[in-house]
């Protein structure tokens, strides 16, 4: 019997036996050998057996999932420890579990060599939020006089009803979505939902809770794994871990890693959010909320309650009057900007709920008013960090709340730089750490997302996609659009959506246009209903629906238009022609008048960078390259990419994006013989529409 040492010596190796031509993985059905495949699970192996840091870029098609996977779970089964496995989507979330994560167990139970790791256990973590809890829904049932009116009462019926047909608690699967103001008092995020109160095994936070803490693999998403981190809720008191004790971690979709860690490791406080809680607390209108329950408040305490309501709606009215009367967003550059009146509020509100805590008549009601003292102190906390500017390495802003526009404002901060956080946190943890994803070199090197992420010392590589762009992409870039003004929107959007109207029509399956801005698709989107197409095909637009459900009618029309922007870039996985065309509406440059990206520029410019070439270009490059990537997602997948973005082809830098295509060749068009050459391109592909 091999050592422990040994074992993992061995485990490269285990794993090239594995994945090597004719290797084990051969007893899977439908599995092809990839060299590349290969060789990143060699090099995964190699990180799990040394505890040492990876960053991979795997292309399109390489099967990065089950070369992390196959090996990590070797190493977590053997070593007896946890494999972390963080993306940034539902949806890869739901591959790993409902399909990679099967397809290795039989790979294992198939292979006599293997077979020990055949029983690992695997387990799914979501926030608290996202859970029922059945101690507090059953408490919630008997206090309801005292917490809902009749609409909100029956909305507690339709929960309680659910929890009886569901087996795992999970919001999503509710639906409609239960009303937020109900579920706040029904859901797990509370100091009352604890393995002792909830000691009957019917509360769905504890079970997932036990799942985790006795699997093998788990797998959560990246702002879970952050916003952990940033409670203290890790693993840096011990000798090793990152969030668990002794654990391995692999973070997919890691070109979203910086961006997840940012949002994270800052702060926001809205005005929206503000007043729900405190509402929660009390809600003077329907005299009714938690102090109400089982007679705890006084008169004396309704009235502070009702004053730190008061002057929170005065507060943040302030900030929209003085700094956002004429513009969305504002970047806070001296401290003491605003009074701070509503601190003192908050500070009274505390201490009246600590006093009421210490009197409460149940244990389980005296947790949940400690939560809500917390949750003020930390409202408190988010604005006196924001008045006084406390972090030198944070910016701050205030903007207009969106979807709030008419009265909601919102308080942030964010890190600049959040490299040194994660340099403590994940690097010098003296465990493995992988980062993968098909996007994170810039021109072959994968030195600049090293340094955003603090991984400087990390091993990398870089393994191309083994599909054949060449024979089945074609790329067409119309020269003829005017360049974007800098300081404005390209406000005629009617070109634009009569261009996407044509190219749409050219092919048989279904097109993805992707915008950088939501005003600009939301006007196309518009111009587009009321044309021709629509009456032939399904138009789908970002916001009108979930962005996975939008997904799922997209690919099962089969012909569809489908327009989107932000997420849409990226973790959409639609293979075959219900997705043949690509349209990229213009180069995915950031707004370089963010508040954020605009500290972020002036911390490379006092540095000696030119900000633009060393931030803007390789962060618009990434991007660039994600999208595009939509198109081939399998290796019979064919289809168009059309940028209609002149600056590719008439800038210096349009040479890091075309040297970004994942073929050399692009034609150049025009707005006179664009869609001529898009009929020939899907005459050539066999994606032409009939």
Same mark, same amino acid.
């Not at 990143?40 to 990876?54: G, H, K, P, W």
């Not at 926030?127 to 809902?148: D, I, K, P, T, V």
């Given at each position: 019997?091999?050592?422990?040492?040994?074992?993992?010596?061995?485990?490269?190796?285990?794993?090239?036996?594995?994945?090597?031509?004719?290797?084990?993985?051969?007893?899977?059905?439908?599995?092809?050998?990839?060299?590349?495949?290969?060789?990143?699970?060699?090099?995964?192996?190699?990180?799990?057996?040394?505890?040492?840091?990876?960053?991979?870029?795997?292309?399109? $098609?390489?099967?990065?999932?089950?070369?992390?996977?196959?090996?990590? @779970?070797?190493?977590?089964?053997?070593?007896?420890?946890? #494999?972390?496995?963080?993306?940034?989507?539902?949806?890869?979330?739901?591959?790993?579990?409902?399909?990679?994560?099967?397809?290795?167990?039989?790979?294992?139970?198939?292979?006599?060599?293997?077979?020990?790791?055949?029983?690992?256990?695997?387990?799914?973590?979501?926030?608290?939020?996202?859970?029922?809890?059945?101690?507090?829904?059953?408490?919630?049932?008997?206090?309801?006089?005292?917490?809902?009116?009749?609409?909100?009462?029956?909305?507690?019926?339709?929960?309680?009803?659910?929890?009886?047909?569901?087996?795992?608690?999970?919001?999503?699967?509710?639906?409609?979505?239960?009303?937020?103001?109900?579920?706040?008092?029904?859901?797990?995020?509370?100091?009352?939902?604890?393995?002792?109160?909830?000691?009957?095994?019917?509360? !769905?936070?504890?079970?997932?809770?036990?799942?985790?803490?006795?699997? /093998?693999?788990?797998?959560?998403?990246?702002?879970?794994?952050?916003?952990?981190?940033?409670?203290?809720?890790?693993?840096?008191?011990?000798?090793?871990?990152?969030?668990?004790?002794?654990?391995?971690?692999?973070? /997919?979709?890691?070109? #979203?890693?910086?961006?997840?860690?940012?949002?994270?490791?800052?702060?926001?406080?809205?005005? !929206?959010?503000?007043?729900?809680?405190?509402?929660?607390?009390?809600?003077?209108?329907?005299?009714?909320?938690?102090?109400?329950?089982?007679?705890?408040?006084?008169?004396?305490?309704?009235?502070?309650?009702?004053?730190? @309501?008061?002057?929170?709606?005065?507060?943040?009215?302030?900030?929209?009057?003085?700094?956002?009367?004429?513009?969305?967003?504002?970047?806070?550059?001296?401290?003491?900007?605003?009074?701070?009146?509503?601190?003192?509020?908050?500070?009274?509100?505390?201490?009246?709920?600590?006093?009421?805590?210490?009197?409460?008549?149940?244990?389980?009601?005296?947790?949940?008013?400690?939560?809500?003292?917390?949750?003020?102190?930390?409202?408190?906390?988010?604005?006196?960090?924001?008045?006084?500017?406390?972090?030198?390495?944070?910016?701050?802003?205030?903007?207009?709340?969106?979807?709030?526009?008419?009265?909601?404002?919102?308080?942030?901060?964010?890190?600049?730089?959040?490299?040194?956080?994660?340099?403590?946190?994940? =690097?010098?943890?003296?465990?493995?750490?992988?980062?993968?994803?098909?996007?994170?070199?810039?021109?072959?090197?994968?030195?600049?997302?090293?340094?955003?992420? *603090?991984?400087?010392?990390?091993?990398?590589?870089?393994?191309?996609?083994?599909?054949?762009?060449?024979?089945?992409?074609?790329?067409?870039?119309?020269?003829?659009?005017?360049?974007?003004?800098?300081?404005?929107?390209?406000?005629?959007?009617?070109?634009?959506?009569?261009?996407?109207?044509?190219?749409?029509?050219?092919?048989? *399956?279904?097109?993805?246009? #992707?915008?950088?801005?939501?005003?600009?698709?939301?006007?196309?989107?518009?111009?587009?209903?009321?044309?021709?197409?629509?009456?032939?095909?399904?138009?789908?637009?970002?916001?009108?629906?979930?962005?996975?459900?939008?997904?799922?009618?997209?690919?099962?029309?089969?012909?569809?238009?489908?327009? *989107?922007?932000?997420?849409?870039?990226?973790?959409?996985?639609?293979?075959?022609?219900?997705?043949?065309?690509?349209?990229?509406?213009? #180069?995915?440059?950031?707004?370089?008048?963010?508040?954020?990206?605009?500290?972020?520029?002036?911390?490379?410019?006092?540095?000696?960078?030119?900000?633009?070439?060393?931030?803007?270009?390789?962060?618009?490059?990434?991007?660039?390259?994600?999208?595009?990537?939509?198109?081939?997602?399998?290796?019979?997948?064919? $289809? @168009?990419?059309?940028?209609?973005?002149?600056?590719?082809?008439?800038?210096?830098?349009?040479?890091? !994006?075309?040297?970004?295509?994942?073929?050399? =060749?692009?034609?150049?068009?025009?707005?006179?013989?664009?869609?001529?050459?898009?009929?020939?391109?899907?005459?050539?592909?066999?994606?032409?529409?009939?």
């Amino acid at each position: 019997m091999e050592d422990f040492e040994e074992q993992k010596l061995r485990l490269p190796e285990l794993s090239e036996k594995i994945f090597c031509k004719n290797g084990y993985a051969r007893a899977l059905p439908n599995f092809e050998h990839r060299p590349e495949q290969e060789r990143m699970a060699y090099a995964c192996a190699q990180a799990f057996a040394a505890d040492s840091a990876l960053l991979f870029e795997a292309g399109t $098609g390489i099967g990065k999932s089950m070369a992390y996977l196959v090996p990590g @779970i070797i190493a977590a089964t053997r070593f007896n420890r946890q #494999l972390i496995v963080a993306t940034r989507t539902i949806a890869l979330q739901q591959q790993i579990m409902q399909k990679d994560l099967p397809r290795i167990r039989s790979l294992f139970d198939a292979c006599g060599e293997l077979a020990d790791c055949a029983g690992f256990r695997a387990a799914i973590l979501m926030g608290r939020s996202n859970y029922l809890c059945s101690h507090r829904l059953r408490r919630a049932l008997a206090e309801r006089r005292e917490l809902f009116d009749t609409e909100e009462s029956k909305e507690l019926d339709r929960i309680a009803d659910w929890s009886l047909k569901t087996s795992t608690g999970f919001v999503e699967e509710l639906d409609p979505p239960p009303n937020p103001d109900v579920w706040a008092w029904v859901n797990a995020e509370s100091s009352s939902c604890t393995a002792r109160n909830c000691s009957d095994g019917q509360c !769905f936070y504890q079970n997932a809770r036990r799942a985790v803490g006795e699997a /093998d693999v788990v797998v959560l998403n990246h702002s879970l794994l952050f916003s952990m981190m940033a409670a203290g809720l890790n693993a840096e008191d011990q000798p090793r871990g990152i969030l668990f004790p002794n654990d391995m971690l692999v973070m /997919d979709e890691a070109h #979203l890693v910086p961006d997840a860690a940012t949002e994270c490791f800052g702060t926001s406080l809205s005005s !929206f959010y503000m007043a729900r809680e405190l509402k929660r607390i009390y809600d003077p209108a329907k005299k009714r909320g938690l102090i109400t329950r089982q007679g705890l408040a006084e008169s004396r305490d309704k009235q502070i309650v009702r004053e730190a @309501i008061d002057c929170a709606r005065d507060f943040f009215a302030g900030i929209a009057a003085n700094f956002l009367s004429s513009r969305d967003t504002v970047r806070l550059t001296a401290p003491d900007w605003v009074d701070l009146e509503i601190c003192a509020k908050l500070d009274t509100l505390a201490r009246m709920l600590d006093a009421l805590a210490q009197n409460a008549r149940t244990d389980s009601l005296s947790a949940e008013i400690k939560d809500y003292k917390r949750s003020v102190v930390g409202m408190k906390n988010t604005i006196e960090d924001c008045a006084w500017l406390a972090d030198d390495n944070s910016v701050y802003w205030a903007e207009l709340a969106k979807g709030k526009k008419s009265d909601g404002v919102r308080l942030n901060s964010a890190p600049i730089d959040v490299s040194q956080i994660l340099r403590r946190k994940i =690097f010098s943890r003296s465990t493995a750490a992988i980062m993968t994803s098909a996007t994170l070199a810039s021109d072959g090197s994968m030195d600049a997302f090293a340094g955003k992420i *603090g991984a400087e010392t990390a091993e990398s590589f870089v393994c191309k996609s083994p599909f054949d762009y060449p024979k089945n992409m074609r790329v067409l870039v119309d020269t003829s659009v005017p360049e974007p003004d800098r300081d404005s929107m390209r406000l005629d959007c009617e070109p634009l959506a009569r261009a996407i109207e044509r190219l749409a029509a050219q092919v048989s *399956g279904g097109t993805l246009a #992707l915008f950088t801005s939501h005003r600009e698709l939301n006007k196309c989107a518009s111009l587009l209903e009321g044309s021709d197409l629509a009456k032939a095909r399904n138009i789908y637009v970002q916001g009108r629906l979930k962005r996975g459900a939008a997904a799922v009618r997209f690919a099962r029309d089969g012909n569809a238009l489908l327009l *989107g922007t932000d997420t849409f870039w990226t973790g959409i996985d639609i293979p075959g022609d219900a997705l043949c065309q690509v349209i990229i509406t213009r #180069l995915p440059f950031e707004n370089f008048k963010h508040p954020l990206a605009e500290a972020k520029m002036e911390r490379a410019q006092a540095m000696g960078e030119n900000p633009f070439l060393t931030i803007s270009i390789p962060n618009a490059v990434t991007k660039f390259r994600q999208g595009i990537g939509r198109l081939i997602r399998s290796k019979n997948d064919r $289809g @168009i990419v059309v940028i209609l973005d002149s600056r590719i082809a008439t800038k210096h830098y349009g040479l890091k !994006f075309t040297s970004a295509l994942p073929t050399p =060749f692009f034609a150049r068009c025009n707005s006179e013989n664009l869609i001529e050459r898009a009929r020939e391109a899907a005459e050539e592909l066999g994606i032409l529409k009939a």
